[in-house]
Protein backbone atom coordinates (compact mmCIF):
# COMPACT_ATOMS: atom_id res chain seq x y z
CA UNK A 1 0.00 0.00 0.00
CA UNK A 2 1.38 3.43 -1.11
CA UNK A 3 2.74 5.34 2.14
CA UNK A 4 0.11 8.16 3.11
CA UNK A 5 1.51 9.63 6.35
CA UNK A 6 -0.25 12.41 6.26
CA UNK A 7 -3.69 10.97 5.99
CA UNK A 8 -5.88 12.94 8.40
CA UNK A 9 -3.22 15.02 9.99
CA UNK A 10 -3.91 18.42 8.33
CA UNK A 11 -7.56 19.64 8.82
CA UNK A 12 -9.83 22.80 6.99
CA UNK A 13 -10.56 24.91 10.12
CA UNK A 14 -11.51 28.41 8.55
CA UNK A 15 -13.67 29.48 5.50
CA UNK A 16 -14.72 32.58 3.93
CA UNK A 17 -16.66 33.35 0.79
CA UNK A 18 -17.87 36.74 -0.89
CA UNK A 19 -20.40 34.64 -2.92
CA UNK A 20 -20.49 34.88 -7.15
CA UNK A 21 -22.48 37.00 -9.51
CA UNK A 22 -21.78 37.49 -13.37
CA UNK A 23 -20.40 41.01 -12.54
CA UNK A 24 -19.74 42.78 -9.35
CA UNK A 25 -19.17 45.91 -10.73
CA UNK A 26 -16.55 48.22 -8.72
CA UNK A 27 -14.61 45.55 -7.38
CA UNK A 28 -11.36 44.86 -7.73
CA UNK A 29 -9.73 41.04 -7.85
CA UNK A 30 -7.55 41.85 -4.87
CA UNK A 31 -10.52 43.26 -2.86
CA UNK A 32 -12.54 40.00 -3.64
CA UNK A 33 -9.56 37.74 -2.34
CA UNK A 34 -9.51 39.72 0.88
CA UNK A 35 -13.03 39.86 1.68
CA UNK A 36 -13.21 36.21 1.68
CA UNK A 37 -9.65 35.56 3.29
CA UNK A 38 -10.66 37.87 6.64
CA UNK A 39 -13.88 35.89 6.47
CA UNK A 40 -12.28 32.54 6.42
CA UNK A 41 -9.61 33.54 9.21
CA UNK A 42 -12.39 34.60 11.44
CA UNK A 43 -14.59 31.64 10.95
CA UNK A 44 -11.88 29.44 12.31
CA UNK A 45 -11.53 32.35 15.23
CA UNK A 46 -7.92 33.15 15.16
CA UNK A 47 -6.56 36.71 13.83
CA UNK A 48 -4.17 38.01 11.13
CA UNK A 49 -1.21 37.12 13.30
CA UNK A 50 -1.75 33.51 13.76
CA UNK A 51 -1.15 32.80 9.72
CA UNK A 52 2.02 32.09 8.85
CA UNK A 53 1.60 30.85 5.42
CA UNK A 54 -0.28 31.86 2.54
CA UNK A 55 -1.31 30.14 -1.02
CA UNK A 56 -3.39 30.79 -3.87
CA UNK A 57 -3.61 31.30 -7.45
CA UNK A 58 -3.94 35.01 -7.76
CA UNK A 59 -3.47 37.87 -6.88
CA UNK A 60 0.12 37.31 -5.98
CA UNK A 61 0.53 36.03 -2.71
CA UNK A 62 2.82 37.83 -1.31
CA UNK A 63 0.24 40.68 -1.66
CA UNK A 64 -2.32 39.19 -0.28
CA UNK A 65 0.18 38.91 2.58
CA UNK A 66 1.05 42.27 2.87
CA UNK A 67 -2.49 43.70 2.32
CA UNK A 68 -3.53 41.70 5.39
CA UNK A 69 -1.16 42.68 7.40
CA UNK A 70 0.08 39.79 8.25
CA UNK A 71 3.41 40.04 10.67
CA UNK A 72 5.55 37.20 9.20
CA UNK A 73 5.21 34.58 6.08
CA UNK A 74 7.42 31.69 6.30
CA UNK A 75 5.52 29.92 3.38
CA UNK A 76 3.79 31.06 0.49
CA UNK A 77 3.20 30.59 -3.33
CA UNK A 78 0.72 31.11 -5.97
CA UNK A 79 -0.39 27.90 -7.80
CA UNK A 80 -2.01 27.04 -10.82
CA UNK A 81 -6.03 26.11 -11.43
CA UNK A 82 -8.23 24.23 -10.32
CA UNK A 83 -7.46 25.09 -6.26
CA UNK A 84 -6.72 21.47 -5.22
CA UNK A 85 -3.23 22.39 -6.00
CA UNK A 86 -2.72 25.30 -3.92
CA UNK A 87 -4.47 22.78 -0.87
CA UNK A 88 -2.15 19.91 -1.67
CA UNK A 89 0.75 22.61 -1.23
CA UNK A 90 -0.14 24.04 2.25
CA UNK A 91 -1.17 20.45 3.20
CA UNK A 92 2.70 19.33 2.22
CA UNK A 93 3.56 22.91 3.95
CA UNK A 94 2.27 22.61 7.10
CA UNK A 95 3.13 18.94 7.60
CA UNK A 96 6.76 19.46 6.36
CA UNK A 97 6.98 21.86 9.50
CA UNK A 98 7.38 25.22 6.69
CA UNK A 99 4.69 26.90 8.37
CA UNK A 100 1.94 25.72 10.98
CA UNK A 101 -1.37 27.70 9.77
CA UNK A 102 -1.89 28.59 5.93
CA UNK A 103 -4.39 30.81 4.36
CA UNK A 104 -5.11 29.49 0.72
CA UNK A 105 -7.77 32.04 -1.47
CA UNK A 106 -9.10 31.86 -4.93
CA UNK A 107 -10.62 35.03 -6.67
CA UNK A 108 -12.50 34.85 -9.57
CA UNK A 109 -12.55 38.23 -12.32
CA UNK A 110 -14.25 37.55 -15.76
CA UNK A 111 -12.19 38.33 -18.21
CA UNK A 112 -12.57 39.64 -21.99
CA UNK A 113 -11.90 35.98 -23.20
CA UNK A 114 -14.63 34.45 -21.11
CA UNK A 115 -16.84 37.08 -20.56
CA UNK A 116 -18.66 39.92 -23.38
CA UNK A 117 -19.58 42.15 -20.92
CA UNK A 118 -15.82 41.91 -19.53
CA UNK A 119 -15.00 42.82 -23.06
CA UNK A 120 -16.71 46.09 -23.21
CA UNK A 121 -15.38 47.08 -19.85
CA UNK A 122 -12.25 49.46 -20.28
CA UNK A 123 -10.84 48.41 -17.06
CA UNK A 124 -10.49 44.94 -18.07
CA UNK A 125 -9.85 44.87 -21.71
CA UNK A 126 -6.12 43.86 -20.92
CA UNK A 127 -6.71 40.79 -18.67
CA UNK A 128 -6.66 37.56 -19.92
CA UNK A 129 -8.15 34.30 -18.68
CA UNK A 130 -8.55 34.19 -15.16
CA UNK A 131 -7.77 37.78 -14.75
CA UNK A 132 -4.19 37.76 -15.43
CA UNK A 133 -2.30 40.25 -17.72
CA UNK A 134 -3.07 39.20 -21.20
CA UNK A 135 -0.35 39.14 -23.66
CA UNK A 136 -0.70 40.68 -26.72
CA UNK A 137 -2.59 40.33 -29.67
CA UNK A 138 -5.65 38.65 -27.54
CA UNK A 139 -7.93 37.24 -28.85
CA UNK A 140 -11.91 37.90 -27.76
CA UNK A 141 -13.38 35.10 -28.20
CA UNK A 142 -15.67 35.06 -24.79
CA UNK A 143 -17.83 31.56 -24.92
CA UNK A 144 -15.37 29.11 -27.03
CA UNK A 145 -12.14 29.56 -24.85
CA UNK A 146 -11.02 25.78 -23.61
CA UNK A 147 -14.03 24.29 -25.15
CA UNK A 148 -11.92 23.06 -28.49
CA UNK A 149 -10.77 20.00 -26.47
CA UNK A 150 -13.27 18.99 -24.87
CA UNK A 151 -15.73 19.46 -27.92
CA UNK A 152 -13.61 17.25 -29.48
CA UNK A 153 -13.47 14.26 -26.80
CA UNK A 154 -17.46 14.61 -26.18
CA UNK A 155 -17.78 13.72 -29.90
CA UNK A 156 -15.36 11.26 -29.59
CA UNK A 157 -17.31 10.03 -26.46
CA UNK A 158 -21.17 9.94 -28.27
CA UNK A 159 -18.87 8.20 -31.14
CA UNK A 160 -17.96 5.34 -29.31
CA UNK A 161 -20.89 4.68 -26.97
CA UNK A 162 -23.38 5.92 -28.86
CA UNK A 163 -24.94 8.07 -25.84
CA UNK A 164 -27.55 10.59 -26.52
CA UNK A 165 -27.26 14.60 -25.65
CA UNK A 166 -29.70 14.25 -22.83
CA UNK A 167 -26.96 12.64 -20.78
CA UNK A 168 -24.65 15.94 -20.52
CA UNK A 169 -28.43 17.90 -20.01
CA UNK A 170 -29.15 15.88 -17.12
CA UNK A 171 -25.93 17.20 -15.50
CA UNK A 172 -26.32 20.33 -16.22
CA UNK A 173 -30.02 20.33 -15.04
CA UNK A 174 -29.00 18.56 -11.58
CA UNK A 175 -26.76 21.48 -11.56
CA UNK A 176 -29.30 24.58 -11.76
CA UNK A 177 -31.78 22.79 -9.72
CA UNK A 178 -28.78 22.42 -6.67
CA UNK A 179 -28.40 25.95 -7.10
CA UNK A 180 -31.59 27.35 -6.52
CA UNK A 181 -31.25 26.58 -2.27
CA UNK A 182 -27.62 28.14 -2.89
CA UNK A 183 -27.67 31.66 -2.03
CA UNK A 184 -24.10 32.44 -3.23
CA UNK A 185 -24.88 30.96 -6.06
CA UNK A 186 -24.75 33.63 -9.61
CA UNK A 187 -27.65 31.65 -11.39
CA UNK A 188 -30.45 30.43 -9.69
CA UNK A 189 -33.16 30.37 -11.77
CA UNK A 190 -34.16 26.33 -12.69
CA UNK A 191 -33.90 25.06 -16.06
CA UNK A 192 -35.53 22.01 -18.03
CA UNK A 193 -34.23 19.42 -20.02
CA UNK A 194 -36.02 21.62 -23.04
CA UNK A 195 -33.96 24.88 -21.73
CA UNK A 196 -31.00 22.55 -22.32
CA UNK A 197 -31.73 21.41 -25.85
CA UNK A 198 -32.59 24.74 -26.88
CA UNK A 199 -29.81 26.17 -25.90
CA UNK A 200 -27.00 27.69 -28.23
CA UNK A 201 -24.93 25.38 -30.04
CA UNK A 202 -21.10 26.84 -29.16
CA UNK A 203 -18.67 24.52 -30.31
CA UNK A 204 -20.51 21.44 -31.44
CA UNK A 205 -21.76 18.85 -29.91
CA UNK A 206 -21.24 21.57 -26.48
CA UNK A 207 -23.96 24.06 -25.87
CA UNK A 208 -24.08 27.13 -23.91
CA UNK A 209 -25.35 25.26 -21.15
CA UNK A 210 -22.73 22.86 -20.96
CA UNK A 211 -20.08 25.41 -19.73
CA UNK A 212 -19.23 26.84 -16.93
CA UNK A 213 -20.47 30.55 -15.95
CA UNK A 214 -17.78 33.35 -16.06
CA UNK A 215 -18.41 35.34 -12.40
CA UNK A 216 -16.69 37.82 -10.17
CA UNK A 217 -16.27 36.52 -6.50
CA UNK A 218 -13.69 35.32 -4.24
CA UNK A 219 -13.03 31.53 -1.49
CA UNK A 220 -10.83 31.34 1.21
CA UNK A 221 -9.77 28.55 3.55
CA UNK A 222 -7.43 28.31 6.70
CA UNK A 223 -5.66 24.66 7.09
CA UNK A 224 -3.78 23.61 9.98
CA UNK A 225 -3.15 20.10 11.71
CA UNK A 226 -5.98 18.30 12.89
CA UNK A 227 -4.09 18.31 16.39
CA UNK A 228 -4.40 22.39 16.92
CA UNK A 229 -7.59 22.30 14.96
CA UNK A 230 -9.26 20.55 17.73
CA UNK A 231 -8.89 23.15 19.99
CA UNK A 232 -10.55 25.58 17.35
CA UNK A 233 -14.16 26.85 17.25
CA UNK A 234 -15.33 25.18 14.22
CA UNK A 235 -15.53 20.79 13.62
CA UNK A 236 -12.60 20.22 11.66
CA UNK A 237 -12.65 18.79 8.18
CA UNK A 238 -10.00 16.43 7.47
CA UNK A 239 -8.00 15.88 4.51
CA UNK A 240 -7.86 12.05 4.49
CA UNK A 241 -6.66 11.79 1.10
CA UNK A 242 -5.15 14.08 -1.74
CA UNK A 243 -4.38 13.36 -5.52
CA UNK A 244 -3.02 14.96 -8.68
CA UNK A 245 -2.87 13.20 -11.71
CA UNK A 246 -0.27 13.55 -14.78
CA UNK A 247 -0.41 10.91 -17.66
CA UNK A 248 2.72 10.30 -20.25
CA UNK A 249 0.82 11.48 -22.63
CA UNK A 250 -1.66 14.82 -21.03
CA UNK A 251 -2.10 17.27 -24.14
CA UNK A 252 -5.46 17.68 -25.20
CA UNK A 253 -4.73 16.65 -28.97
CA UNK A 254 -2.11 13.84 -27.25
CA UNK A 255 -4.01 12.05 -24.65
CA UNK A 256 -4.22 8.15 -24.80
CA UNK A 257 -7.95 7.90 -25.22
CA UNK A 258 -11.15 8.29 -23.28
CA UNK A 259 -9.80 5.29 -21.58
CA UNK A 260 -6.40 6.39 -20.25
CA UNK A 261 -6.06 10.46 -19.14
CA UNK A 262 -5.37 12.52 -15.88
CA UNK A 263 -8.62 10.81 -14.70
CA UNK A 264 -7.46 7.83 -14.24
CA UNK A 265 -3.91 8.61 -12.61
CA UNK A 266 -5.91 10.14 -9.94
CA UNK A 267 -8.67 7.50 -9.42
CA UNK A 268 -6.02 4.68 -8.89
CA UNK A 269 -3.89 7.01 -6.29
CA UNK A 270 -6.66 8.48 -4.53
CA UNK A 271 -8.12 4.56 -3.89
CA UNK A 272 -4.70 3.40 -2.96
CA UNK A 273 -4.47 6.13 -0.46
CA UNK A 274 -7.41 6.29 0.91
CA UNK A 275 -9.32 3.96 3.41
CA UNK A 276 -12.94 5.14 2.56
CA UNK A 277 -14.30 4.89 -0.78
CA UNK A 278 -17.71 4.80 -2.87
CA UNK A 279 -20.00 2.57 0.06
CA UNK A 280 -18.67 5.48 2.65
CA UNK A 281 -19.44 8.53 0.72
CA UNK A 282 -22.12 10.61 1.41
CA UNK A 283 -21.91 13.40 -0.92
CA UNK A 284 -20.00 13.66 -4.66
CA UNK A 285 -18.52 16.70 -5.87
CA UNK A 286 -16.94 15.78 -9.34
CA UNK A 287 -15.54 18.74 -11.51
CA UNK A 288 -17.46 20.11 -14.14
CA UNK A 289 -15.96 23.18 -16.46
CA UNK A 290 -17.80 21.53 -19.16
CA UNK A 291 -20.41 18.80 -18.74
CA UNK A 292 -18.48 15.84 -20.55
CA UNK A 293 -15.97 16.16 -17.75
CA UNK A 294 -18.28 15.54 -14.80
CA UNK A 295 -19.96 13.09 -16.98
CA UNK A 296 -16.29 11.14 -17.29
CA UNK A 297 -15.40 11.76 -13.77
CA UNK A 298 -18.62 10.04 -12.71
CA UNK A 299 -17.84 6.59 -14.88
CA UNK A 300 -13.84 7.18 -14.10
CA UNK A 301 -14.47 6.92 -10.16
CA UNK A 302 -16.46 3.96 -10.42
CA UNK A 303 -20.34 5.01 -9.56
CA UNK A 304 -20.36 2.74 -13.18
CA UNK A 305 -18.59 1.56 -16.05
CA UNK A 306 -17.71 3.84 -19.10
CA UNK A 307 -20.56 4.39 -21.41
CA UNK A 308 -22.89 4.04 -18.87
CA UNK A 309 -23.17 7.29 -17.24
CA UNK A 310 -26.55 8.01 -19.05
CA UNK A 311 -28.12 4.83 -17.52
CA UNK A 312 -26.81 5.62 -14.34
CA UNK A 313 -27.97 9.13 -13.62
CA UNK A 314 -31.58 8.15 -15.04
CA UNK A 315 -31.93 5.35 -12.59
CA UNK A 316 -30.57 7.52 -9.86
CA UNK A 317 -32.77 10.88 -10.79
CA UNK A 318 -34.89 12.69 -8.40
CA UNK A 319 -38.04 13.41 -9.94
CA UNK A 320 -39.29 15.55 -7.39
CA UNK A 321 -36.09 17.79 -6.92
CA UNK A 322 -34.86 17.32 -10.83
CA UNK A 323 -31.73 16.28 -9.86
CA UNK A 324 -29.45 13.13 -9.17
CA UNK A 325 -29.60 11.70 -6.04
CA UNK A 326 -27.57 8.54 -6.39
CA UNK A 327 -28.89 5.38 -4.25
CA UNK A 328 -31.46 7.74 -2.84
CA UNK A 329 -29.06 9.38 -0.53
CA UNK A 330 -26.11 11.13 -2.54
CA UNK A 331 -26.37 14.03 -3.91
CA UNK A 332 -23.81 15.43 -6.62
CA UNK A 333 -22.60 19.30 -6.73
CA UNK A 334 -25.35 20.02 -3.35
CA UNK A 335 -23.79 23.71 -4.59
CA UNK A 336 -25.08 24.24 -8.35
CA UNK A 337 -21.17 23.15 -9.30
CA UNK A 338 -19.48 25.85 -12.21
CA UNK A 339 -22.55 25.62 -14.14
CA UNK A 340 -24.79 27.58 -11.63
CA UNK A 341 -22.82 28.82 -9.00
CA UNK A 342 -19.88 29.81 -11.49
CA UNK A 343 -16.79 28.91 -12.12
CA UNK A 344 -15.00 28.83 -9.23
CA UNK A 345 -12.05 25.97 -10.75
CA UNK A 346 -13.06 23.72 -7.53
CA UNK A 347 -12.92 26.35 -4.51
CA UNK A 348 -16.92 26.20 -4.72
CA UNK A 349 -16.67 22.55 -4.56
CA UNK A 350 -14.11 21.99 -1.64
CA UNK A 351 -16.03 25.33 0.25
CA UNK A 352 -19.44 23.27 -0.37
CA UNK A 353 -18.08 20.17 0.81
CA UNK A 354 -16.89 21.27 4.25
CA UNK A 355 -19.97 23.11 4.60
CA UNK A 356 -21.94 19.65 4.47
CA UNK A 357 -19.31 17.86 6.32
CA UNK A 358 -19.51 20.94 9.35
CA UNK A 359 -23.24 20.66 9.13
CA UNK A 360 -23.59 23.82 7.80
CA UNK A 361 -25.33 23.78 4.57
CA UNK A 362 -28.66 25.13 5.78
CA UNK A 363 -31.53 23.28 3.36
CA UNK A 364 -29.12 22.01 1.33
CA UNK A 365 -27.94 19.90 4.28
CA UNK A 366 -27.34 16.33 3.75
CA UNK A 367 -28.01 14.34 6.98
CA UNK A 368 -25.62 12.60 8.84
CA UNK A 369 -22.29 13.90 6.11
CA UNK A 370 -19.38 12.95 7.12
CA UNK A 371 -17.13 11.71 4.25
CA UNK A 372 -17.49 13.74 1.02
CA UNK A 373 -15.59 12.68 -2.52
CA UNK A 374 -13.99 15.36 -4.73
CA UNK A 375 -12.67 14.98 -8.12
CA UNK A 376 -11.58 18.60 -9.20
CA UNK A 377 -9.71 19.23 -12.49
CA UNK A 378 -9.98 17.48 -16.23
CA UNK A 379 -8.66 14.84 -18.10
CA UNK A 380 -5.77 16.33 -19.32
CA UNK A 381 -2.93 18.62 -17.20
CA UNK A 382 -4.89 19.34 -14.17
CA UNK A 383 -7.07 16.57 -12.86
CA UNK A 384 -7.23 16.38 -8.73
CA UNK A 385 -8.87 14.59 -5.77
CA UNK A 386 -9.68 15.09 -2.54
CA UNK A 387 -11.52 12.26 -0.09
CA UNK A 388 -12.44 14.70 3.19
CA UNK A 389 -13.78 13.33 6.30
CA UNK A 390 -14.62 14.70 9.95
CA UNK A 391 -15.69 12.78 13.27
CA UNK A 392 -18.74 15.12 14.23
Known sequence: MPRNPIKDQISFVGVGSTGFARSATGRSRTDLALEASIAAITDAGLEAKDI?????????????????????????????????????????????????????????????????????????????????????????????????????????????????????????????????????????????MEDYLSARMVREPLRLLDMDVPVDGADAFVLTTTERARDLAKTPVMIHAAAVGLPKHHGEDRIDGLSHHGQHVVVKSLRAKSDVWIPDVDVYFPYDGFTIIALSWIENTGWCKPGEGYDFIRSNWDSGGNRIMIDGRIPVNTHGGNHSEGGTQGSGHIREAIAQLRGEAGDRQVTGARTALLTPGGFFNNAQGLVLRTDR
Open 52 to 192: DGVVGTAPAAHRIAEDLGLPEVTHHSNQPMPLAFAVVDAMNAIYSGSCDTVLVYHALYRAPANSQAAANDPFRRGLGFGGSPAPAPFRVDPEQLGAEGYAAWASRYFHEYGAPQEVLGLIAVNERSNAVRNPLAAMRTPIT
